[in-house]
């Protein structure tokens, strides 16, 4: 059975050697895309033979471009057109049955051989799996990554017991390549009808770990969550704010302080929003 990884990056320097160095070791072939106004992560890619990079600009005819720079320019969310024409490509290498739709702050985890795991469902189209979050293990400032991302940060998300009530949709695919077609249109959370959850049910609300789940990098840093969505922007900053932070990592609130919102503004030249007791956004 060959499976792989498509990712899409942007400026993901300090991550991307970790994930590639885990998934690589699961005998994964990885097909990483730069998007549009990233840096290059080519000194990264070059250490390992069974990864690709590419720019999401080879998924585009050349008369495509044009619109997709202004798109990207404009903050037009662009991940359902780069998941399905990164299925579409990978298909038609007509190599790989299953393909991961994950992103690099996703690790893939199962208590079983993953091969086994997916053999029992070639019958479907894809593999609902869910994250299992962590948070800042009290990390405010962005540390130093000199060991793994999974080592520094180990403490789960404060939310995750409410998980299945509030964030019922933080769900991933993985694709039976041999049951696609061009018709079937997969978005980030969604899939075609003819999906199961790794452990053989179906419904969405409630969550399951075993046998496949994705370990979830979710914040990082308080710095690095707080980047992400006020310097790098979100695409749904309703629910990416500091009531999100607070909930997913209730540690940082109580060290969270005006040094900290003057370190960021002189660092990024961006003023945060102010915060208090009831999580302003």
């Not at 798109?71 to 790989?96: A, C, F």
């Not at 999974?150 to 049951?179: A, H, M, P, R, W």
């Not at 540690?251 to 915060?275: A, G, R, T």
Request: charged fraction near 30%; aromatic fraction near 18%; hydrophobic fraction near 30%.
């Amino acid at each position: 059975m060959n499976i792989c990884i498509f990712t899409v990056i942007k400026d993901e320097q300090d991550y991307l050697n970790d994930f590639l160095e885990y998934h690589t070791i699961m005998g994964l072939h990885i097909f990483v895309y730069e998007d549009l106004f990233s840096c290059s992560h080519k000194n990264i890619t070059d250490k390992y033979d069974n990864v690709e990079l590419h720019s999401v600009k080879e998924l585009y005819n050349e008369e495509e471009i044009p619109q997709l720079i202004e798109d990207r320019k404009n903050k037009v969310p662009p991940q359902t057109s780069y998941i399905n024409r990164g299925l579409k490509y990978i298909h038609s290498l007509n190599k790989y049955d299953w393909c991961w739709l994950i992103d690099i702050d996703e690790y893939i985890t199962s208590t079983e051989p993953l091969e086994d795991v997916l053999s029992r469902f070639n019958d479907r189209d894809g593999i609902l799996v869910y994250w299992k979050n962590f948070g800042c293990s009290g990390h405010i400032y962005k540390p130093k990554y000199d060991k793994p991302i999974y080592d520094i940060y180990t403490q789960q998300c404060g939310y995750e017991k409410y998980s299945d009530l509030k964030f019922y949709k933080i769900t991933k695919f993985c694709v039976n390549l041999n049951k696609w077609t061009k018709e079937k249109k997969y978005w980030i959370h969604n899939a075609p009808v003819n999906w199961i959850k790794a452990d053989g049910t179906y419904k969405r609300t409630e969550i399951v770990y075993e046998p496949l789940y994705l370990r979830h990098y979710i914040t990082k840093s308080a710095e690095e969550y707080l980047w992400k969505v006020y310097v790098r922007g979100m695409f749904h900053p309703g629910h990416r704010c500091w009531k999100s932070l607070f909930e997913m990592c209730p540690e940082v609130k109580e060290k969270m302080d005006e040094n900290f919102l003057n370190y960021f503004k002189k660092k990024y030249n961006v003023e945060l929003p102010p915060f208090h007791n009831k999580y302003v956004y």
